[in-house]
């Protein structure tokens, strides 16, 4: 089970930090993403984390404002969110699959509830 937290309404240019929360031993088996959702439009992948946190991939769209992050002592994987741009405001959902580098909706098995990113302009 993952449950996603921290979002909320930032100014465009500030910055926000996400977190999936996971129960279960095996966390650190799975890789796991982040995918944003705007009402009406389909989810689209904005970054992953490997299961060791060893390795990372990110849309073109976030890469070098967006940092995938995990603690699996924790059970937690983080979305660093900086420089954020109005077209960043949407639903963030945190998912977790077997393999590292899907971009794709299917390559997750498991998805958290969501989170509110909302960013004013």
């Known amino acids: 089970q993952l449950q996603a937290s921290g979002g909320g309404l930032v100014q465009a240019g500030g910055s926000l930090r996400l977190s999936c929360a996971a129960s279960?031993?095996?966390?650190?088996?799975?890789?796991v993403a982040w995918f944003r959702q705007v009402s009406g439009k389909e989810r689209e992948f904005v970054a992953t984390?490997?299961?060791?946190?060893?390795?990372?991939d990110y849309a073109d769209s976030v890469k070098g404002r967006f940092n995938c992050s995990r603690d699996n002592a924790k059970n937690t994987v983080h979305l660093q969110l900086n420089t954020l741009k109005p077209e960043g405001t949407a639903v963030y959902y945190c998912a977790a699959g077997l393999s590292f580098g899907g971009r794709s909706v299917g390559d997750y098995r498991y998805w958290g509830q969501g989170t509110q990113v909302t960013v004013s302009s």
């Open positions: 984390v490997s299961w060791r946190g060893s390795s990372t």
């Open positions: 279960g031993r095996s966390f650190s088996r799975y890789a």
